[in-house]
């Protein structure tokens, strides 16, 4: 598969919404390796993760355009002549989808048309792989958690992405628009959002640990989650972007080794060498929106891609930990 990657992505117009975002980055610097020529759309709405920082080192290599997909005058010339579109602009916050679930809604689920229309109306034969999230299961009937399992998100966030999610399959089914849709869990490493805690515990955990901030836990700690570091999340995307064998089909990534966020807290204290921590009560917006243990089965993107993380839970932290110490002042 990573040579079929090699040919396949050599000299392809690639184009990534949310492009200088945290996995739309380390996707960018990837195929920029591939020889693609890379098109990055991104609004630079503060607070959502774009950064310039990320792109840093191949910048003269992409092209940047800061635009919104909301935009539909827009995206429908800069879908042109695309082969591929990597869609992960969005809105992520949980708790910013329910105190402002219009704005998550414009994002998550207007734009999502604007995309497809674009591409229906200017270019139909573009692969647009999508970025869902495991946010549209909810709380967990039975674990892991397969694709068949129900959908019953607990958010607003949750919800428009399954909207958006659906909408990139229904194009698939009935306009030909070759779409394909993961469900991502925890992703985490380098080029990650750290500037506040609204995008997950994961990035603000490792900020807290670099700084030498308590870190404090939300209930008992036992709370078990899978995680998946971002370059094994990259080589996702990019196996799906270049099969036709997943065109109308989702698929959920995740890890073999689920963790409790107490003992993910004491790993990143023994790999940074101290740090510490404390265990408080939910606040109360957060605990109505919590699912409690979540990790997934991945077997359905194993078996038709060959797909499978490649980092442990240890060495991507590892990684992270060593590229927040050296460019923190790029993320604070």
């Known amino acids: 598969m990573n040579e079929y990657i090699k040919e396949f992505y050599a000299g392809s117009h690639v184009m990534i919404t949310g492009g200088l975002g945290f996995i739309g980055s380390n996707l960018a610097h990837r195929l920029v390796e591939l020889g693609a020529h890379v098109l990055i759309i991104d609004s630079l709405i503060p607070h959502y993760g774009g950064n310039l920082f990320n792109i840093k080192a191949i910048e003269d290599n992409v092209k940047i355009n800061i635009a919104d997909v909301r935009d539909e005058f827009g995206m429908n010339y800069l879908v042109r002549d695309q082969d591929v579109m990597f869609n992960l602009a969005g809105q992520v916050s949980h708790i910013d989808s329910m105190e402002d679930p219009y704005t998550d809604l414009n994002i998550n689920v ?4 604007s995309i497809l229309e674009a591409c229906r109306k200017n270019n139909s034969k573009i692969k647009i792989v999508f970025a869902s999230t495991r946010q549209v299961y909810g709380k967990p ?52 959002l750290m500037k506040h805690s609204r995008q997950g ?13 308590e870190i404090k ?14 370059d094994d999340v990259v080589e996702a995307f990019l196996f799906a972007g270049a099969s036709d064998k997943v065109n109308g ?15 993910l807290v004491q790993l990143l204290i023994e790999l940074n060498g101290g740090g510490s921590y404390s265990l ?23 078996t038709v891609l060959g797909w499978k993380p490649k980092n442990s839970i240890r060495e991507g932290l590892a990684k992270t930990i060593h590229f927040y110490k050296k460019f923190r002042q790029h993320y604070w």
């Open 141 to 192: 009937e039975y674990l892991p958690v397969d694709e068949k399992h129900p959908l019953h998100p607990t958010d607003v966030n949750g919800i428009n992405k399954m909207a958006g999610e659906w909408y990139h399959i229904l194009y698939n089914n009935v306009h030909g628009i070759k779409t394909t849709s993961l469900r991502l869990t925890n992703t985490y490493g380098p080029r990650q």
């Open 110 to 113: 207007r734009s999502q048309l």
């Open 249 to 263: 089909m989702v698929f959920n990534l995740g890890d073999d080794n689920p963790i409790d966020l107490l003992s």
């Open 201 to 213: 515990f994961i990035g603000w955990f490792i900020r807290q640990i670099v700084e030498g901030s």
């Open 280 to 302: 408080i009560p939910f606040p109360e917006e957060r605990k109505k929106i919590d699912i409690g243990d979540y990790y997934a089965a991945y077997e359905k993107i194993k």
């Open 217 to 230: 836990i939300f209930g008992d700690g036992q709370q078990k989650r899978d995680l998946n570091y971002v």
